[in-house]
């Protein structure tokens, strides 16, 4: 038996509170730390650094250890939970959003990365480079599983997307901006709720104004046929809100997943301009770098149409 181990797989690191004066350094500080953590990657990959409101940056860094932060004032904050908003490109003259939502238990770069050493990421180190005039976002929330404290569910989780996603438009000033959603999973469950929300509600309806195309890869629309999620939140908190995606014992839907079913297809139905829905699943195995040049083909037609 070979005592060699796997190599491990780097993990995803924010960094914020840089100031908008400190661009360059910053850009300098994080081709460095890709350079010394040896990931073969190609130029510019790895990081990125992007406007998060009229006065600081928000960076991305792809790393095994947790990254050494330059002696600042104010300090920069390293954190490794992408929870909110996430810009990883904002191109001058972009013309429209791409908002990630990641799945159950997802991480909001993390659940984006290639399949062989786990570094590269194909929301900030390809897409931005195929669609030049798209900012790209990702929107991290709480969805772990086990040893969970959360109890949030879906019609909360959509309410603070579309909260979090409205605010940051406005402090960046494109709040007009045509969006497209990217939505793994649970994330697609959520984004249709805050669809359906913004109209019933009359809330961040700019935000839903705004919003032209959805892609969807393997949204439970009809709910998960994973029984064994219930096993594993058993007392939990968070096992109502598994509950609600899972279905019944008889296969049928639960009463949540037949009420936003019906509830996105009324409000699909009666939007002017229609929305542009494309949902993708899986019946073969395929390569990332496959579905990435599907999706991404999808995401240029869409804005191609759009304009």
């Known amino acids: 038996m070979s005592d060699t181990q796997p190599p491990i797989k780097p993990k995803f690191w924010r960094i914020h509170g840089i100031k908008t004066s400190e661009r360059d350094a910053a850009w300098t500080w994080l081709q460095e730390q890709v350079t010394l953590e040896g990931l073969r990657l190609s130029e510019d990959q790895g990081f990125s650094l992007a406007q998060y409101d009229g006065e600081t940056l928000c960076a991305t860094l792809t790393a095994v250890e947790r990254p050494t ?180 014992s008889s296969g049928q839907p639960s009463q949540l997943s037949n009420s936003l079913k019906d509830n996105f297809a009324h409000f699909a139905k009666y939007r002017d301009p229609p929305l542009q829905i494309v949902s993708f699943f899986e019946t073969l195995q395929s390569l990332t770098l496959v579905r990435l040049c599907v999706i991404l083909d999808v995401v240029r037609s869409l804005i191609q149409n759009r304009y």
Not at 91 to 99: F, H, L, Q, S, T
Not at 216 to 239: C, I, T, W, Y
């Open 69 to 248: 932060i330059p002696q600042r004032k104010p300090p920069w904050q390293v954190e490794e939970f992408f929870y909110g908003l996430t810009p990883v490109s904002d191109p001058e003259g972009a013309e429209v959003d791409i908002v990630a939502v990641t799945g159950l238990g997802g991480h909001a770069l993390g659940s984006f990365r290639s399949n062989d050493n786990g570094a590269v990421v194909w929301l900030r180190d390809f897409a931005p480079v195929d669609v030049p005039k798209a900012r790209f976002l990702t929107y991290g929330y709480d969805t772990k599983l086990a040893d969970s404290d959360s109890t949030q569910g879906i019609a909360h989780l959509a309410q603070l997307l579309f909260h979090h996603l409205g605010a940051f438009r406005r402090n960046t000033c494109t709040s007009h901006r045509p969006l497209v959603f990217v939505c793994h999973s649970l994330g697609g469950l959520v984004l249709k709720e805050a669809l359906v929300r913004s109209e019933r509600l009359e809330q961040n309806t700019e935000v839903a104004s705004a919003t032209f195309g959805l892609i969807m890869l393997g949204v439970p629309n009809l709910g998960l046929n994973h029984r064994q999620l219930e096993d594993a939140v058993k007392d939990q908190p968070n096992s109502g809100f598994v509950r609600d995606l899972v279905v019944t």
